[in-house]
């Protein structure tokens, strides 16, 4: 059952869970520390390695302990961030038409931060570009360290831990029927790769832009 799983996803089935455990502490890091992060695939990510994770028949301790160790990356990455934005001084760069990093977006995330403060860190967690800007809008704006850490801090328990785990419980629902789970983990994986591809691709694009200095207020809330 387990081998004709793993056979849908070529390179994993060799690389097993290190592979996994490579794409998730990575991605999860750069999409909550680097501007890159903004054209990676993460949500769907997470899901993936869950259900690969399954499909190799790995223990569900062992699920848990990539999960913790997920929220360890997030919880650093959020730092990195919050460093990188606090070093601007009030000043982020935007992207003249960009998709992402424009001045729009920037400005969006940082009046929700001004509003709601911590509520607004822990729900931004959940909406892929702004889990991605709001540490360095967050620093930038000169939020409370603590306050921002606190809530990143428990964003990354209720995200990542959430979605990986996810993934990993329906995947083992789905050893049940070895053909569906093949193909499930093939059409996951191959649009995984292709998601990341053209992400890379969009932030070539992206930074080949022309710079845009955006002014931060601070955040009040």
């Known amino acids: 059952m387990l081998t004709a799983a793993a056979g849908a996803f070529g390179p994993f089935e060799s690389a097993g869970p290190a592979l996994v455990w490579i794409v998730v502490l990575t991605f999860v890091f750069l999409e909550c520390a680097l501007i890159i992060g903004l054209f990676l695939p993460g949500d769907s990510m997470l899901v993936t390695a869950g259900i690969v994770l399954a499909a190799h028949g790995a223990a569900a301790q062992h699920t848990w302990a990539l999960s913790a160790c997920a929220i360890g990356s997030a919880v650093v990455g959020n730092q990195i961030g919050y460093v990188i934005g606090k070093r601007s001084g009030h000043h982020l760069v935007a992207r003249r038409n960009g998709k992402y990093i424009n001045i729009q977006n920037l400005h969006k995330v940082n009046v929700l931060l001004d509003r709601h403060g911590f509520w607004a860190v ?27 850490t606190i809530a990143s801090s428990i964003g990354a328990v209720i995200w990542a831990p959430v979605l990986l785990l996810a993934g990993f419980y329906c995947g083992s629902l789905l050893l ?46």
């Open 176 to 221: 049940q029927v070895p053909w569906l789970l093949s193909a499930v983990v093939a059409v996951l994986v191959t649009l995984l790769v292709i998601g990341t591809a053209a992400g890379l691709w969009s932030y070539r694009r992206e930074m080949s832009k022309p710079i845009e200095d955006v002014p931060v207020d601070a955040v009040h809330a």
């Open 122 to 148: 822990l729900v931004a967690r959940w909406i892929p570009w702004v889990r991605t800007l709001c540490p360095m809008v967050a620093g930038a704006a000169n939020m409370d360290h603590r306050r921002y």
